[in-house]
């Protein structure tokens, strides 16, 4: 095996212990360990073991990391609970590639926080506030019954609860988790008052749940799998809309999955987003659009939908800088820049649709992506006892997987 081949195992702790034999033998084995000081503090390195520190740029910290690995030394990455759960295993797999990493996670901190309030957790939504607006957590607490939030210094719970309730958030059972297995635990039940006039520990786990009984499918309450909606169904400015025969189209090539990220790119009403939304209600849906008006437009859309819509009121390709990584990408409006930097950011396997009016850029968007057709409808309208054929302008949709 040669040095850069080696791999780098990433070892999840809750309460100061490592999960298995495995997970155990690989800390002790490492040349190198890699942790941030609480996480050192909790754990004996042997005498041949060199401790990194993570702090500071993590850009820096993985530098580091790969040095150690050219050199032929064996990494130990620690972190807290599931490391593969909005932690370091994402960072690590984009820079060094998830076949070199061996991954050993504890409970996390979610799954943990549930169990301490005796809930199941398959049922709810999970958003993380670290590194990002608080907007998509609100959305979430506001239009789902379960949901997970995980708080950091600059959105910390307190903040997040007055933002609740300054949104208009319904009543909400709300629990605090805080360094849960670890010296200091605390679990604080409370409602949205309480949160948002406490004082939390900012590194928590928020947990809300609707008080009231979830209704029942026998109630009537069973979704509804359409999709294709009128256009009527959307607040939109002048024709800035995906015309309903194109969007199910659209949404046909997109092959939603069942979870992962979404970009609506140049989303105008923010159709597309919000019927994937609908139809995957477990995707995380972000939506990008310079026109702040149309943000507006796509906030209430998805408000009306019942659905959550995260929104980046910014121009694409700049505004797409920093998002997380997507699986599936639409591109309905922009250039050919917009759309090969939104291709390039895709997830291996994840599948871009663009749409195109003009010609030569269907062609180009063809070139890089490999599929498209041209969608030309028309739609009846009374005449007479009858019906003549209004013929909708023609549209090109193309699509191609990373």
């Known amino acids: 095996m040669r040095p850069h081949d080696r791999l780098i195992t990433v070892i999840g702790l809750h309460g100061g212990e490592a999960f298995g034999h495995a997970a155990r033998e690989a800390l002790a084995s490492a040349d190198v360990v890699v942790a941030a000081q609480r996480h050192r503090e909790q754990i004996t390195l042997a005498g041949h073991q060199r401790h990194i520190e993570m702090s500071g740029p993590l850009r820096s910290v993985l530098d580091r990391i790969s040095d150690c690995r050219d050199a032929g030394e064996t990494i130990a990455v620690v972190a807290s609970g599931d490391p593969g759960f909005f932690g370091i295993v994402r960072l690590l797999g984009e820079r060094f590639g998830t076949d070199h990493l061996a991954v050993h996670p504890a409970p996390s901190s979610v799954a943990l926080a549930f169990g301490r309030i005796g809930t199941s957790w398959d049922d709810a939504v999970v958003v993380s506030a670290h590194g990002r607006p608080m ?20 959105h910390s719970p307190e903040l997040l609860g007055r933002a609740l309730i300054d949104a208009g958030c319904p009543p909400r059972r ?196 490999g599929n498209s057709v041209q969608i030309a409808a028309s739609r009846a309208v009374p005449i007479a006892d009858g019906f003549r054929l209004d013929a909708e302008n023609p549209v090109f949709v193309s699509w191609g997987t990373r």
């Open 135 to 154: 907007d998509a957590a609100i959305e979430a607490v506001t239009q789902f019954p379960k949901v997970a939030v995980l708080t950091a210094p600059q």
């Open 174 to 369: 709300v629990t605090v988790a805080t360094r849960l297995g670890e010296d200091g635990e605390s679990v604080t039940c409370t409602d949205l008052p309480g949160l948002g006039a406490g004082s939390f520990d900012p590194m928590s786990v928020v947990i809300f749940v609707d008080p009231k009984p979830a209704a029942s499918d026998a109630a009537g309450a069973a979704p509804n799998l359409g999709w294709g909606l009128p256009e009527q169904s959307f607040d939109y400015r002048g024709g800035l809309i995906t015309k309903s025969e194109v969007r199910a189209v659209a949404l046909g090539k997109l092959s939603l999955p069942s979870r992962g990220v979404l970009w609506d790119v140049g989303a105008g009403s923010g159709s597309v987003g919000i019927e994937c939304a609908r139809l995957s209600p477990r995707l995380r849906v972000v939506a990008i659009e310079r026109n702040k008006e149309d943000a507006e437009r796509i906030r209430a859309n998805a408000k009306h939908h019942g659905v959550s819509i995260e929104v980046v009121v910014g121009s694409a390709p700049e505004a797409l800088v920093g998002l997380p990584r997507p699986d599936r990408v639409f591109v309905g409006g922009g250039g050919m820049d917009v759309v090969r930097t939104a291709f390039e950011a895709l997830s291996p396997g994840g599948v871009l649709v663009c749409t195109h009016v003009l010609v030569d850029r269907a062609a180009a968007a063809w070139t890089l992506l």
